[in-house]
């Protein structure tokens, strides 16, 4: 549970952050909200987590840009006091075949899926030490570990989201603080949504389990790991995925 505890969700406005931030909402958990900008979707995610009966508060940051994502994370904390759990999630596509890709097709991506995730832990990184606690959970993806064409940019991101938990996890975890990374695999939302009929099935097919996973099924993971009693696990890599990728 994560009773009495902050977290600090990116990419919470809609889809897979939000199932997390009103997963931990229901376990108890104060929320940072984190979104590019406010939005219809942004609105209605903090009145369902307020309806739990959290607090919770949104937060306007481009997580691309490291002075936003300092001046964002020292808002968090005067209004929060404190913050426990940090869930990297804000992510974007822009899928094109490597011949097409322009560099800053390419670059874009990681500076948000990979950037972003550097930019916001380190700047929660001095107050976690100083607590000598704290949980960071990087939303990678199933693509970082087996590839896919057409998401180099994608797929080296969330490779990379791997390389920096496994690091980190290494370099904080005397400092009483845990790193793990989630690696979804074909998750229903707005992102998946943009593909074609024909293209989706075609992934659903190949998953054992037949069928695409929900956000919420992520954010039980997610949850999972921001527990108390999960302090011992610390590094990990952990799909969620139907058996997408064995
Ligand atoms: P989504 O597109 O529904 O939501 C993305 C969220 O990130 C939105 O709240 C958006 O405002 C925010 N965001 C985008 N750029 C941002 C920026 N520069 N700064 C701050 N916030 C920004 O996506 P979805 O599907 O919920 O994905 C969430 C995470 O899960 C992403 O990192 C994605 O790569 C990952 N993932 C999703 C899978 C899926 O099947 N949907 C599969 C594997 C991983």
Wanted: charged share 25%; hydrophobic share 45%.
């Amino acid at each position: 549970m994560s009773e009495g505890r902050t977290a600090v969700i990116t990419g919470g406005s809609r889809g897979i952050g939000a199932a997390i931030a009103n997963r931990l909402a229901r376990d108890g958990a104060d929320i940072a909200l984190i979104a590019t900008k406010d939005s219809e979707s942004a609105r209605k995610t903090v009145e369902s987590i307020r309806a739990l009966g959290r607090k919770c508060e949104f937060f306007a940051c481009n997580v691309a840009d490291e002075a936003e994502c300092s001046a964002t994370a020292g808002a968090i904390l005067e209004e929060f006091g404190s913050v426990d759990i940090l869930v990297n999630n804000a992510g974007i596509t822009n899928d094109k075949l490597m011949v097409q890709m322009k560099e800053d097709d390419f670059s874009k991506v990681l500076e948000v899926n990979l950037l972003g995730a550097y930019h916001m832990s380190k700047a929660f990184l001095r107050s976690f030490m100083r607590k000598k606690s704290g949980r960071i959970i990087n939303i990678s993806s199933v693509v970082g570990l087996m590839g896919n064409a057409g998401q180099t940019n994608y797929a080296a991101s969330k490779a990379g989201l791997i390389g920096l938990t496994k690091s980190m996890a290494k370099e904080y975890a005397a400092k009483g603080i845990t790193v793990n990374a989630i690696a979804p695999g074909y998750i229903e939302t707005a992102m998946t949504g943009a593909m074609t009929d024909g293209a989706a099935e075609k992934i659903l097919e190949s998953i054992p389990l037949k069928r695409a996973g929900s956000p919420e099924d992520v954010a039980n993971l997610a949850a999972f790991l921001a527990q108390d009693e999960t302090s011992y696990i610390t590094g990990e890599v952990i799909k969620v995925d139907g058996g997408m990728y064995i």
